[in-house]
């Protein structure tokens, strides 16, 4: 049965997973999720998976968006992976709800711990704790990777599942980042390279006088500041001296908006 991918990745820690699932499973394709995609309105095959990671503890924006416009067959297995770098809250329930509503089962959910990136908030994981998700990763592949192919149907469920829902569904509410790029400004080692543009998986940045000019449609997935090869990015002060972050196994052309 032919399995297609779909992940959504600011800083490559869902599309490492997503390469890694690939490259275990036979006859399989892989698809970013980004602007153009949900444009496209992809018509998926009979084994789907969507990859992607926690915002807020809920969704991200255009994953919920690209989720309502996609057609998926009413038989079709349909699994998760969502990667998180401390709670994965209610994201795991809110895509059931959307396939529920669209008359489709999430068959199987899998989390998958990987290094927080959210910058804005805190520093980069130590290497340390960094190397240890990411050999955590390697093991738990193989695992979803078999699962995935006798068809397992995999929920969580449980009192502490159910407080993650609710506490998580809550924070989520709060979760409003379109405007949140007015916090992004370049300080002087911007050089005008366009790449910023080009891994913003929501056309949110055009090159004006070859600076980045912010169009206040932002997903917040942090991919322009990580991704700027001179760190000339800054939110609000907060980042200036506090290091940035990717998964190292994925390179900046991998992330390009597709
Ligand atoms: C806007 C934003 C919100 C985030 N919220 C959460 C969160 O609620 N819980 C959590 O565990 N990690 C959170 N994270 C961390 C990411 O989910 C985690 O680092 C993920 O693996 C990043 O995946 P990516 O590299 O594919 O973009 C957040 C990251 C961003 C950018
Ligand atoms: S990626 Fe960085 S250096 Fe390149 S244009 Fe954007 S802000 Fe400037
Ligand atoms: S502007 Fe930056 S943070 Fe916002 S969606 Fe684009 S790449 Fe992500």
Not at 187 to 197: A, L, P
Not at 230 to 258: A, C, L, M
């Amino acid at each position: 049965m032919k399995t297609t991918i779909y992940y959504f990745s600011g800083t490559g820690n869902s599309l490492k997973v997503a390469k890694d699932i690939v490259a275990k499973l036979k006859d399989t394709e892989i698809i970013q999720i980004c602007k153009n995609t949900v444009v496209n309105n992809y018509v998926a095959g009979n084994k789907i998976g969507i990859v992607f990671p926690v915002y807020s503890f809920g969704m991200p924006l255009l994953v919920k968006e690209f989720i309502e416009s996609v057609e998926i067959p009413k038989d079709a297995y349909v699994f998760t992976i969502v990667t998180f770098g401390a709670a994965a809250g209610a994201a795991i329930d809110q895509l059931e709800k959307l396939l529920n509503y669209k008359g489709l089962e999430l068959s199987a959910a899998f989390k998958m711990k990987m290094p927080g990136n959210y910058q804005v908030m805190y520093a980069p994981f130590s290497e340390e704790k960094q190397k240890k998700d990411f050999k955590n990763e390697e093991g738990k592949i193989t695992e979803i990777v078999r699962s995935i192919n006798n068809n397992e149907i995999i929920k969580f469920s449980g009192v502490g599942e159910s407080i993650m829902k609710a506490v998580g569904g809550m924070l989520y509410t709060r979760f409003k980042p379109y405007e949140k790029d007015k916090n992004f400004w370049t300080d002087e080692k911007c050089n005008g390279c366009g790449i910023c543009s080009k891994v913003c998986p929501a056309n949110n940045i055009k090159m004006i006088e070859e600076k980045p000019q912010w169009q206040h449609k932002c997903e917040q997935c942090v991919a322009c500041m990580q991704w700027c090869p001179k760190e000339s990015i800054q939110y609000k002060k907060v980042t200036v001296n506090r290091g940035r972050y990717h998964h190292p196994d994925v390179v900046v052309t991998e992330i390009f908006q597709k």
